[in-house]
Nanobody, 121 residues
Framework: QVQLVESGGGLVQAGGSLRLSCAASGSIFLMNAMAWYRQAPGKQRELVAVISSGGTTNYADSAKGRFTISRDNAKNTVYLQMNSLKPEDTAVYYC???????????????WGQGTQVTVSS
């Protein structure tokens, strides 16, 4: 019903920047909060940043001051601008969306397939 497609990952040197995008498509009736998570090898998936439908944002302590989450409601797209990247930011980054979709207006959380971010020292 709903697909999330991430893009923008890649390899960057420490101190560099990347911008991730996540576009949602499908039978979307209402897009609530959207978020970015990440999972490094051998670690649990963790929340990086979240943005409400009204634009309120919250960040993990590790992301504060370096990452900025934003969204374009007309495009059902969420972005993550990542600056001053560090090797410890290396992970697969996943998009998550709280969506009301389908003919039955069912509310679910959807995940993207993930995009790899690698920061070299």
């Amino acid at each position: 019903q709903v697909q999330l497609v991430e893009s923008g990952g890649g390899l960057v040197q420490a101190g560099g920047s990347l911008r991730l995008s996540c576009a949602a498509s499908g039978s979307i009736f209402l897009m609530n909060a959207m978020a970015w998570y990440r999972q490094a090898p051998g670690k649990q998936r963790e929340l990086v940043a979240v943005i409400s439908s009204g634009g309120t944002t919250n960040y993990a302590d590790s992301a504060k001051g370096r990452f900025t989450i934003s969204r374009d409601n007309a495009k059902n797209t969420v972005y993550l601008q990542m600056n001053s990247l560090k090797p410890e930011d290396t992970a697969v980054y996943y998009c998550n969306a709280d969506v009301v979709a389908g003919s039955s207006w069912r509310r679910n959380h959807y995940w993207g397939q993930g995009t790899q971010v690698t920061v070299s020292s």
